[in-house]
Nanobody, 125 residues
Framework: QVQLAESGGGVVQAGDSLRLACAAS????????MAWFRQSPGKEREFVAA???????RYEDSVKGRFTISRDNAGNTVYLQMDDLKPEDTAVYYC???????????????????WGRGTQVTVSS
């Protein structure tokens, strides 16, 4: 079955970097767009970044220039490189897979079919 497993979260200070990874299994990874979302306490889950099968990317405005999404199709893994982290980046980060027929970088949570369990990122000031 489809499985997504996030890793790489932790506790860091403002200005530090982290690299999240999401290992995918149970499906043909290179045929589906992938995305990262996050959820902070008391807030709804929000879009962070997405990448199509061809490598087209999309970012939420607050992370543009600081976060980079990438994918390794040979290794069935999608990454989120997070630089210059801020306390407001504190959240549980989830990866998601889009199994629709269209290869898009949608920011709509409803368009993603499979989700990982998340990894906690905490940024202290």
């Amino acid at each position: 079955q489809v499985q997504l497993a996030e890793s790489g979260g932790g506790v860091v200070q403002a200005g530090d970097s982290l690299r999240l990874a999401c290992a995918a299994s149970g499906y043909t990874f290179n045929l589906h767009a992938m995305a990262w979302f996050r959820q902070s306490p008391g807030k709804e889950r929000e879009f962070v970044a997405a990448i199509s099968t061809s490598g087209v990317t999309r970012y939420e405005d607050s992370v543009k220039g600081r976060f980079t999404i990438s994918r390794d199709n040979a290794g069935n893994t999608v990454y989120l490189q997070m630089d210059d982290l801020k306390p407001e980046d504190t959240a549980v980060y989830y990866c998601a897979a889009d199994f629709s027929l269209w290869d898009t970088t949608t920011s709509s949570e409803a368009e993603y079919d499979y989700w990982g369990r998340g990894t906690q990122v905490t940024v202290s000031s």
